[in-house]
């Protein structure tokens, strides 16, 4: 239990310390590929001749744990960066936590490794996976919704070899396996609006009457409650994304009043640059005015991944 404390403890100074130091990813997929070599050789469910592990198995299984539970806290402040707590892919962010926290209770998390393959198999795929889908538009540029399969495919092929090393060489065994990875493989391809689109951020998005289009400068600035007759016939907002490096992709704005979708605006495909890029969109009702009501402006990706969510309140 105090080993536990510590690592968590470890660990949540790494969730400080990892914040904005993206060029450490590369340094994390690193240490990842060091605890895969160490996994597959010593993460056996049973010694080879029934003795009690020796010195330099255990320190080794040890250094592979920490390896584990130190990465996943690392990947976990880019992951909420892009994560909006009332979109799906916030399921994403407490699966990490979940894993980061398990990794942490030091025997089980151990006993686990080396003896349920399924669980070997899912947890090194969910890590491989978080690494590899922020490595890929950092380091190579690729768009986020080819990231995330590209990533799935390399993790499942990575994580194969662990959980087959432990797993009964029975026909049982290994379709439990195979379900397991289809399963990963198919929340990943199929069901991308749960898989924050990292790096991508929202920082702010601002709310206008009008905007200036050559500039993108908003001709004033609502508050987050304003009267009707403040804004007149138009609903401007302007989002300013976050990007740590040329990154190409495509987003859309969806505007919504009340629970009910009113307007989706044209998919707009953008290079982010170092300092991310700004995007914006506008409502304008053919009454003529902008009726009252709780407005929501919903920042996606291709794939509906949110990463941003604007409001404003319209009444008096």
Known sequence: MVHSAWALTAGTVIVFLARERYHLVLWVVLFLVLAWTSTLYFGRAVIADGAAPGFMHELTSYITRVLYHEVLFFLLPFYAYSTVVDSPNVFFVVLLAGLAVIACIDLPFDRWLRTR??????????????AINLLLPLIVGVRPR???PVAALLAIGAAAP????????TLGARMRLVAAAVMVLVVAVGFPSFIPPVPLRMQRAAFASGIERSSLTLVDTLADHVAPTQVGGALVVLAEVFAPSALPTSVRLEWWRDG????????????????????????????GAVPPGHYRVVLRTVGRRVFGVAKITVGD
């Open 146 to 148: 080819v990231a995330a």
């Open 162 to 169: 662990l959980a087959l090393r432990t797993a009964p060489r």
């Open 117 to 130: 393959p399924v669980f070997a198999l899912v947890f090194f795929t969910v890590v491989a996976f978080a």
């Open 260 to 287: 009910e979708l009113l307007r989706i605006s044209r998919e707009v495909g953008i290079t982010a640059h170092a300092a991310g890029f700004r995007v914006w969109d506008a409502y304008r009702p053919q009454s």
